[in-house]
């Protein structure tokens, strides 16, 4: 009898289809990503509770009793869970696939309405009088009204901001006195921002209605940008020009992650400031959850691109710093800046030709050349004629292009890079990243040149040289014996050498 009762009681309702729609939103719902995957405990507990409460109402009815209001139950958690399998399929499975996405708020009325009829359903078949319900609850309503006024006023504030979609989720806004925050949430009372110090705002929705709320980094049809200003000054007298070109260049060159690459990076002169020279680096971020760390990465930037270029940060002319410096300090530190500039030329061999006096004379035309961590210190296919020798820091030497480029050596100190490019001006042929912050010191063209236009033997012997680690290289490859290596040794050296003598206008044969 139980079973027959069970049996009736089941499939008299909706357990039949409610079971495998439950099954068949589970196995949908698994395949979503793991952000956009709805909860399914509420959907599997109300089924479960919809079955036990038929199971007991057939327990009940066996035994002689009344299991009207087991029944009632059953049909209520029945429906309750037709209502969250349909809301699931239609908002978080259907809709999204065919590209339409509910504000959260309308979802949530959606719901809400098809509660309030399953609550009249169940109602009815409870047997309850639904006039008396709707007096009372029209005078409650209009006692709630005037004690819920500002909260009210936040649910009408959530439903405009979300059916206007003027803020949305993932959108940075500002509010004035507080800081910046990213939309994690719009519910009914309030929106949730989180910002950069992990942080996160609970802003009631009515104040967003009625105050100026700012939005960051939105154009019309464009990707989200924001722009950023870092200021620095330097020295009155030093030329505009050379200041924008050389942190132009710098950070041209070398974009900082994070720092879009449209717009472009500008350098501007803003004119003078506390007999300084006041100067901004305006850029574009494309995340804007890195804000700081990025003005950061710039202004070291603008740093070592000025070191570059022989200038310097400076500070304002009222701060007066006290140094005890006389002519004795001045030469011990000019002495040691020397002895470091002979060090660096000592550990070039092509350099080993020189005496001292030439080396002394090519020490003081070496420029200094700082790089911060991750700049490009010279790039595959460029046209230069510096040779670099690093005193400080570890470099990483790579070829390809930059998204596939790999890495085929690392230097370190004391060893030197860019020879041929700057004894036959050819471009370079690797790019060289700095791994670490990396002191070197730059030798060009125009400063060689007046060693071997005094000396042309100079570059007999520098063509001898590159002539050996040339051949030795391609011996070592492939294996070729000792007549094949003099006569490789004898056409690379003639081509060396005229390379040489012309890059740098030499006579003679």
Do not use: C
């Not at 949305?168 to 519910?187: A, F, N, Q």
């Amino acid at each position: 009898m139980f079973l027959d009762l069970w049996s009736n009681y089941t499939f008299d309702g909706r357990l039949p289809w409610l079971v495998p729609a439950l099954a068949v939103v589970y196995v949908l719902v698994q395949r979503l990503a793991a952000p956009r995957r709805p909860r399914l405990r509420l959907h599997v507990t109300l089924v479960a509770l919809a079955i036990v409460s038929t199971t007991i109402a057939a327990v009940v009815a066996t035994a002689g009793y009344a299991a009207r209001q087991y029944l009632v139950a059953a049909f209520a958690f029945e429906l309750f869970a037709a209502i969250a399998l349909t809301a699931t399929a239609a908002f978080h499975l259907i809709l999204p696939r065919i590209g339409l996405t509910l504000p959260r708020i309308l979802t949530d009325i959606l719901a809400g309405v098809a509660v309030i009829i399953a609550l009249i359903a169940i109602g009815q078949r409870a047997g309850l009088s639904l006039a008396g319900l709707i007096t009372t609850s029209a005078v409650l309503t209009a006692v709630l009204g005037f004690a819920l006024q500002d909260t009210l006023g936040n649910m009408m504030g959530g439903i405009a901001l979300q059916l206007d979609n003027s803020i949305k989720v993932g959108d940075w806004i500002t509010l004035p006195g507080m800081p910046p925050g990213r939309v994690t949430e719009i519910r009914w009372r309030y929106t949730a921002l989180e910002t950069v110090a992990w942080t996160t705002v609970i802003v009631p929705n009515s104040m967003l209605m009625k105050g100026q709320v700012t939005v960051l980094g939105r154009r019309h049809g464009q990707p989200v940008r924001l722009r950023r200003d870092v200021d620095f000054h330097v020295e009155l007298g030093t030329p505009p020009n050379d200041v924008i070109e050389a942190v132009r260049a710098a950070l041209h060159a070398n974009p900082v992650a994070r720092m879009a690459t449209e717009p472009p990076v500008q350098v501007l002169y803003f004119g003078f400031k506390d007999s300084l020279a006041w100067y901004r680096v305006r850029y574009w971020l494309d995340d804007l959850a890195v804000d700081d760390p990025t003005d950061a990465e710039v202004r070291t930037r603008v740093y070592y691109a000025l070191r570059r270029a022989g200038l310097s940060f400076t500070i304002p002319a009222q701060a007066v710093l006290l140094t005890a410096r006389d002519e004795a300090h001045e030469r011990r530190v000019a002495d040691a800046e020397t002895a470091r500039r002979l060090d660096a030329i000592a550990g070039v061999d092509l350099l080993a030709i020189l005496g001292d006096e030439e080396r002394r004379r090519l020490a003081a035309r070496l420029h200094f050349a700082p790089f911060a961590r991750g700049e490009a210190m010279t790039r595959e296919g460029d046209s230069d004629d510096g040779l670099y020798m690093i005193v400080e820091g570890e470099a990483s030497v790579r070829i390809g292009d930059r998204a596939a480029s790999y890495e085929v050596a690392r230097l370190h100190a004391g060893q030197f890079f860019g020879e041929m490019s700057l004894l036959t001006g050819e471009k370079r042929s690797a790019t060289v990243i700095a791994h670490t912050d990396v002191v070197t010191y730059r030798l060009d063209k125009h400063a060689f040149e007046e060693l071997v236009t005094h000396r042309p033997e100079i570059a007999d012997a520098v063509a001898d040289l590159l002539t050996e680690r040339k051949v030795r290289l391609e011996a070592a490859r492939e294996n070729a014996d000792e007549a094949t290596r003099a006569r490789r040794r004898q056409s690379t050296k003639q081509d060396i050498l005229g390379r040489i003598k012309g890059f740098f206008n030499l006579s003679g044969s």
